[in-house]
């Protein structure tokens, strides 16, 4: 057979082949059609043994057809194999896989965390009126969570918050610990702000937001670990009515234009003067009710920055003046959504998650 008549048969057994396979459905026919086209009677396999018998010069043309052919051959039977595979397993899964018309599988919708909620409102609120978010750790050196902000060791005022110690050896007078409310933020954030121009401190207006950690017996109103939301605002000629300005603003944007806040006197180390800050119920406008008991909410503390604190902080107290506030980030949730209960939070019970 001469090389001419070799390439034309192969071309021909080729275009034969393709045809053929389309036909093939099922597993059976395959293997029958790759004896034929590709098994060793195959008029491809065959070409390569004639190959010999040509002239040395035709052999390079007949041996790449064939090898083109066979390649081609291969591929199809492949892709032919998958596609039989693939429609078997659509099959065994059963008609319905290509009912299009079924309704869709309904899937649970994800939702935000109450909690993630009113801190993103806060946010929202405190950033309108300037202030940054500034993020502070949550295991803190006792320096900065008591010293530095005026509780001298051994004060009495550290009682009021029971403190989770960590077991790290010699560290002395400075034992780390969990820190217990975010004031430790405003000197962190004091310091940071400052060290931009020491000589000449820039003002500050920052919020620290982040949970905080107390030895606490776990009841409804009290847990182990809770969101408190720092604020502090330090500048010239910062005073009081600043502060209350501020937590008036946050009442009325949270809970109505017509809530009202509430200055009582107080005492913090880190504050002077001090007060607790209450919001005007929400749901009896002061009169008295089952949320609130007396008419107001008691929502946090807040004062003007102690002069110590400014120094701490690299503030001239002769020159800067500031206030500062902080409340639980639960308790306006609470509030807000008529929770009882403090230790639904951290439970991940969806009944509870779902109705948010
Ligand atoms: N850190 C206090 C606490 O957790 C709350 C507080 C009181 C924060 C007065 C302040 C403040 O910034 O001025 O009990």
Do not use: Q
């Given at each position: 057979m001469s090389a001419a008549t070799i390439l034309q048969e192969l071309e021909a057994v080729s275009k034969a082949a393709v045809d053929e396979l389309k036909r093939v459905t099922n597993e059976e026919a395959l293997l029958a059609w790759r004896t034929t086209y590709?098994?060793?009677?195959?008029v491809v396999v065959k070409a390569f043994s004639s190959?010999?018998?040509?002239?040395t010069d035709e052999r390079p043309l007949v041996g790449q057809g064939a090898n083109r052919v066979k390649a081609a051959l291969e591929s199809a039977y492949n892709e032919r194999a998958q596609a039989l595979k693939e429609s078997a397993l659509i099959q065994s899964l059963g008609a319905q896989a290509l009912d299009v018309t079924l309704p869709g599988r309904p899937r649970n919708r994800g939702r935000l965390h109450p909690d993630t909620l009113i801190l993103r409102e806060l946010l929202q609120i405190f950033g309108d009126m300037g202030f940054q978010v500034f993020q502070s750790r949550e295991v803190e050196t006792d320096e900065y969570n008591f010293q530095l902000l005026?509780?001298?060791?051994?004060?009495?005022?550290?009682?009021?918050q029971d403190t989770y110690f960590l077991?790290?050896?010699?560290?002395?007078?400075?034992p780390l610990v969990l820190?217990?409310?975010?004031?430790p933020g405003q000197i962190r954030a004091m310091r940071e702000i400052a060290s931009?121009?020491?000589?000449n401190p820039p003002p500050v207006r920052v919020i620290v937001p982040g949970m905080v950690f107390r030895y606490e017996q776990v009841d409804v109103r009290h847990e182990t670990q809770f969101d408190q939301l720092e604020g502090l605002a330090i500048g010239e000629g910062i005073t009081f009515s600043d502060l209350k300005g501020t937590l008036t603003d946050m009442a009325r944007r949270l809970f109505g234009p017509s809530a009202r806040a509430r200055f009582r006197a107080s005492y913090f180390?880190?504050?002077?003067p001090s007060a607790e800050f209450d919001i005007q119920c929400f749901q009896c406008h002061g009169k008295g009710?089952?949320?609130c008991g007396g008419g107001w909410l008691e929502i946090g503390g807040s004062g003007m920055v102690h002069p110590v604190v400014l120094a701490n902080g690299g503030y001239d107290p002769a020159r800067y003046t500031g206030f500062a506030f902080g409340f639980g980030v639960q308790r306006i949730a609470m509030l807000r959504y008529g929770i009882?209960?403090?230790?639904?939070?951290?439970?991940?019970?969806l009944r509870f998650l779902e109705q948010f």
């Open positions: 590709l098994g060793k009677n195959a190959l010999g018998a040509l002239p005026n509780f001298p060791l051994g004060h009495p005022a550290r009682d009021m077991d790290v050896p010699n560290r002395g007078d400075n820190r217990t409310h975010t004031s931009l121009n020491p000589s180390p880190f504050t002077e009710c089952g949320v009882n209960d403090i230790r639904y939070f951290w439970e991940n019970d």
